[in-house]
Structures are given as C-alpha cells and as structure tokens.
C-alpha cells in the first residue's frame, strides 16, 4: 500500500569564488572634500538648530540663543521665523544664510 513518491529536483549550486582582495576607501585619505564637509555641517547644524527650537514643545520665545554673525554675536530669543530669515524678541531680522553659528544656552 505504500506508494512511492517521485524524486524532488534538486539542481546544482556551483561553488563561487571569493573576492580575496577588496578596496577599502576610508584608508584612504583625501582632503579635497574636508572644507566642503565642515561648511555643509555648519549650515545644516544651524538649520538643524532652528528646526529643534521651533518644533519642541513649549514656546520658540522661553528658549535663549546666542547667535553668531560676521562681525557680532547676538544673545535673544527667537520670535518667529520664515524660509529665509528668523525675527528676534528684540525686532530684529536676521537673514538665515549669513548666520554662523546657532547655540542654544542654557537657562
């Protein structure tokens, strides 16, 4: 009463041959880039900066910054801001590209 059951293909799986040799590029050192990396992390720490004030909770007002530009350095307190510039509590307008550096203090 047993039947027998046919046989379930099976293919061949050939063996690969493994990459003995392999390109790591972080041990090689190129510094063409380092100063557009250093400008592009300040700009987007500052946006990052203003994005962290204005989206926590609480009021963008209560939290005190230090701002820093060409040739002066502000401490107040963000009002309100648009794509391209911020409004301090002290009526002041302050264009989003020339600033520096954003730091929050603290209170």
Partial sequence: MKKKLPAIYRSDVPK???NK??????????DSFVEEEKK???EASVLETIEKIFTRRGYPFNVPVQITLPGRVIDTFLAAR???TLLTMDDE???IASI????????
């Fill in 82 to 84: 648009t794509k391209t």
């Fill in 40 to 42: 592009f992390e300040s």
């Fill in 16 to 18: 690969r041959k493994v």
């Fill in 100 to 107: 520096l550096k954003l730091q929050i203090k603290k209170q």
């Fill in 93 to 95: 307008v302050i264009s």
């Fill in 21 to 30: 040799e392999a390109y790591y590029s972080f041990l090689e050192e190129d």
